[in-house]
């Protein structure tokens, strides 16, 4: 639902959504559109009965709007101008010489056709203008429902006016609820609708994923009989689904790390026999070296020491013999 071609004359309620420096961003009760309530179609005496109520802002930067209204107020508004894509709301009353309305066609008015009926119309605005009170465009505010400030204390009333009073206050009341109840309702009405949109958005790509996995299937050669279930992508497919051409190749595949595999191993076969003989070999240069030093002459560096001669005292008598 949107707001394209509703009179400007009608007034509806509206969720404040969003409080910006220059205006309010509401949202009607049972429509999806969102409107702007800009800052000089406010009404001046609410602001200046709003402004009484709260203390002034602490920060000079902000704006009234800002400082005066908050995400959650509920207001009376009607359609200013709606081109379909930007749809501008008023807090004040419809005046049919408003400059910024040339371009808007108002259902059911025509002033260049009956001439009475247009007169009628006037005299319409003008009373509904007279009745308009600024005061009357906020319903709730701050969280609870608004109270006019114009509502003064009244002076003492008889039993008949207090029973009146009474019952008003009752029906008031029970309003109040049923509005506060609808306006809960819209709001969660307003979630669900942008929930479904998600949904929908999300249904929509993986429906496109879907398809994408059959384009894949068919393409990869999957035939008709063979069907390729989206649970079991990406945690089992059985071998004898698989094409034949895949089959040779995790074949040759297996070959290939079978070969693998025994070249390793012989390998590993190789170095150990390669240990061993080198050992051997070790062991018999090992023994070669000792048997050449066992058959090597044995060197002394110690000086030769000549035959010690006779002592003279010995020699003495055999001389004297020869003589």
């Known amino acids: 639902m949107n707001l394209v071609g509703m009179p400007q004359t009608r007034w509806f309620q509206g969720i404040v959504q969003s409080v ?35 203390p002034p802002a602490a920060n000079g930067n902000t704006s009234d709007v800002q400082h005066l209204f908050r995400e959650g107020d509920v207001v009376k508004a009607r359609v200013q101008s709606s081109d379909g894509k930007k749809i501008e ?75 009146v009073k009474e019952s008003t206050d009752i029906i008031e009341g029970t309003w109040r609820r049923m ?13 669900s609708k942008v929930r479904d949109a998600e949904m929908k958005e999300l249904e929509e790509e993986i429906g496109e994923l879907m398809g994408l996995d059959d384009d894949m299937s068919s393409g990869i050669g999957f035939g008709s009989t063979t069907s390729l279930s989206s649970k079991k992508v990406g945690q089992f497919v059985s071998l004898s ?23 390793k191993i012989g390998l590993k076969a190789g170095k150990a026999s390669e240990q061993s003989e080198f050992e051997s070999l070790l062991r018999e240069v090992e023994v070669e070296i000792d048997a050449s030093n066992a058959r090597a002459p044995r060197r002394d560096d110690a000086p030769v020491v000549e035959e010690a001669q006779a002592p003279p005292a010995q020699a003495a008598p055999a001389e004297a013999a020869a003589q």
């Open 89 to 163: 709301l008023s807090m004040l009353p419809f005046r049919a010489n408003e400059e910024d309305e040339d371009d808007y066609v108002v259902e059911g008015r025509d002033p260049e056709g009956d001439e009475d009926k247009f007169q009628q119309d006037q005299r319409d605005e003008d009373e509904n203008e007279e009745r308009y009170d600024a005061e009357d465009t906020l319903l709730w505010w701050r969280g609870a429902p608004y109270v006019k400030s114009s509502a003064g204390t009244e002076a003492v009333m008889d039993e008949e006016v207090e029973v």
């Open 241 to 263: 689904s698989l094409p034949a051409e895949w089959k040779a190749e995790m074949e040759f595949f297996k070959e290939l790390e079978k070969a693998e595999g025994d070249r």
């Open 20 to 54: 910006a420096t220059f205006g309010l961003f509401v949202r009607p009760a049972g429509y999806d559109s969102i409107g702007l309530v800009h800052q000089s179609r406010i009404p001046r005496d609410l602001t200046a009965a709003l402004k009484k109520r709260v």
């Open 179 to 191: 509005f506060e109840v609808d306006m809960r309702e819209d709001a969660a009405d307003f979630s």
